[in-house]
């Protein structure tokens, strides 16, 4: 069994081969943590979008879609405290030279914390069997009591800190925690330092501070900044949301996971303007929704948790995450925060122009709240990704590579095959493309032995695999085979497009 590193490294391998994500401008060494998709890497990419915008826009009739520039007035990062907040606390080891945020080094420490604890509580559930009460072991037990309070003491004294932007006071809990670099194992450390994750560029001929342009790092704002105009020319009535699906882009200080945490990425992004008042209702409600939708991707349920946040950004009163047990552990997914009324207030007042809404069944107007669920594309994809990787061994010694990914977004739904490739069976395939290319998206090859083409498409994720073979010609009759079971059939070319419907949908 590879250890999760490896299985990472040869997931990223993989998904070079087969031209779902190269590193960007590769001949020149690439960028760091910017990727490119390939041919296939484009379609699994485009079917989650639409996946997503399918189930978030298209099926509802309370939420309508917008696609808002890249560029924004530099007074939208002012009044939505991106300039001003949105900030990492880096550190550096001086021996490794290697840069962290802060925090994670915190949290990470913390996370080590709640590790002993589960060995402690599984040692105990192994040795007392079915007489064990988790819940009093937790309550009583003194080494987890004595874990559970350091945990306490951290967060108590690091989230006020950072809080306070306090980062003598981060710098020094790093030191007394006795947190060391991972690369050098040594303590170290520079002072902790504020940087900002925007990118910015200038626009035009100016180039004065005043005029700096940033890349936006959210998608959001462009929603809260056309509020107004998508409530009313669309006529929506609150509750209601806008959805959007972009590039965002972050200077992250560590981008060093593949798709997890790029410079340059996707987010999804929906926000549901409410009542105030009735935000909580509604971010309970998009929370279970969120995980209902990832859940119908067919992944398996254990994989998903949610995490509650104990830190809120400078913009919430409640926020979740949608975590996804990843190759590289547990991490973030998938935001569901409770925003308030923070955006469209500080837009408000920063523009000068009412953002409020009328609200005829209260007689009252108002600046409504809003719910966002913001989930990142990449991360998506990447989830999808690792959790198709499999490596099996078949019943006849041999090996095999596949992604098992779930028909709905694989990449390529049919691969053609005639058996050979002559003896008019090239002409029979196409004709078979041909009536089926305009519903899916089909792959054809004539080249290699049947067995070899089976591997490459199960490699490639393809779920099913059509053979022609001479018997064709005489009966019309081809074998369709699954990714999966391996099973092969055989059916009429008459019922190919009804066995792909049903299996696969349209
Ligand atoms: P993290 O804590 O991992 O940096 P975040 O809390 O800053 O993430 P949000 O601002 O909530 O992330 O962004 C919403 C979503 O956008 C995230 O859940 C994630 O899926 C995606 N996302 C954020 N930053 C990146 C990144 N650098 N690369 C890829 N996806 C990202």
Redesign the pocket.
């Known amino acids: 069994m590879a250890s999760n590193e490896e299985l990472f490294k040869k997931i990223i391998a993989h998904a070079k081969e087969y031209g779902y994500v190269f590193p960007s401008s590769e001949i020149y060494d690439g960028l760091s943590a910017v990727y490119d998709y390939g041919p296939f890497g484009v379609e699994l990419k485009n079917n989650i979008k639409e996946y997503w915008w399918k189930s978030m826009v298209q099926y509802r009739d309370d939420i309508v879609g917008l696609d808002t520039a890249i560029f924004m007035h530099p007074t939208v990062w002012k009044a939505s405290g991106h300039v001003d907040a949105f900030n990492d606390p880096m550190i550096d080891n001086k021996d490794s030279k290697k840069r962290y945020r802060a925090d994670v080094l915190v949290e990470d420490f913390i996370l080590k914390i709640e590790d002993k604890i589960e060995k402690e509580v599984n040692k105990a559930a192994k040795r007392f069997g079915e007489t064990f009460d988790e819940k009093m072991f937790r309550e009583t037990n003194p080494r987890v009591q004595e874990n559970l309070k350091k945990i306490d003491d951290i967060k108590q004294r690091f989230y006020p800190a950072l809080e306070r932007d306090d980062l003598v006071d981060v710098k020094l809990l790093i030191e007394e925690l006795g947190i060391v670099c991972p690369i050098s194992g040594s303590r170290n450390w520079t002072d902790v330092r504020q940087f900002n994750l925007m990118f910015s560029t200038q626009m035009g001929s100016v180039n004065e501070d005043a005029n700096a342009i940033y890349l936006r790092p ?1 998608t959001a704002q462009g929603i809260f900044v056309n509020f107004l105009n998508v409530q009313k020319s669309a006529r929506m009535k609150i509750p209601f949301g806008i959805a959007q699906i972009g590039k965002a882009f ?1 200077n ?1 200080i560590v981008a060093r996971q593949f ?5 340059e ?1 996707e ?1 999804m992004e929906m926000q549901f303007f409410v009542r105030p008042g009735e935000e909580m209702k509604w971010y309970q409600y998009w929370k279970e929704e969120r995980m209902k939708w990832h859940l119908s991707l067919g992944i398996p349920a254990e994989k998903y948790r949610f995490h509650d946040h104990d830190k809120l950004a400078h913009y919430a009163n409640a926020a979740s ?1 949608i975590e996804f047990e990843f190759p590289i552990g547990f ?5 569901i925060h409770s925003r308030t009324d923070f955006d469209l207030g500080a837009h408000q007042e920063f523009s000068g122009k009412k953002l409020q809404y009328f609200d005829h069944e209260v007689n009252e107007s108002y600046i409504p709240y809003v719910v966002e669920t ?3 594309l ?2 998506t994809f990447l989830a999808v990704l690792s959790n198709s990787y499999r490596e099996e061994k078949l019943d006849d010694g041999s090996e095999r590579v596949v992604l098992g990914i779930p028909a709905q977004l694989a990449p390529i739904k049919v691969a053609i095959l005639p058996l050979i490739k002559k003896d008019g069976l090239p002409e029979k395939a196409g004709e078979l493309m041909n009536s089926l290319k305009y519903d899916y998206r089909c792959f054809y090859e004539e080249k290699d032995t049947i067995g070899r083409r089976y591997r490459r498409m199960d490699a490639l994720g393809t779920p099913y695999c059509i053979t022609i073979d001479h018997q064709t010609l005489e009966d019309n009759m081809v074998t369709i085979r699954d990714r999966d079971t391996m099973l092969q059939e055989r059916i009429s070319i008459s019922e190919v497009q009804g066995v792909l419907r049903e299996k696969v949908g349209r």
């Open positions: 959210e972050r992250e798709l997890f945490r790029m410079r990425f987010q995450d991490k973030e997914l998938e935001g913001s989930i990142g990449d991360r």
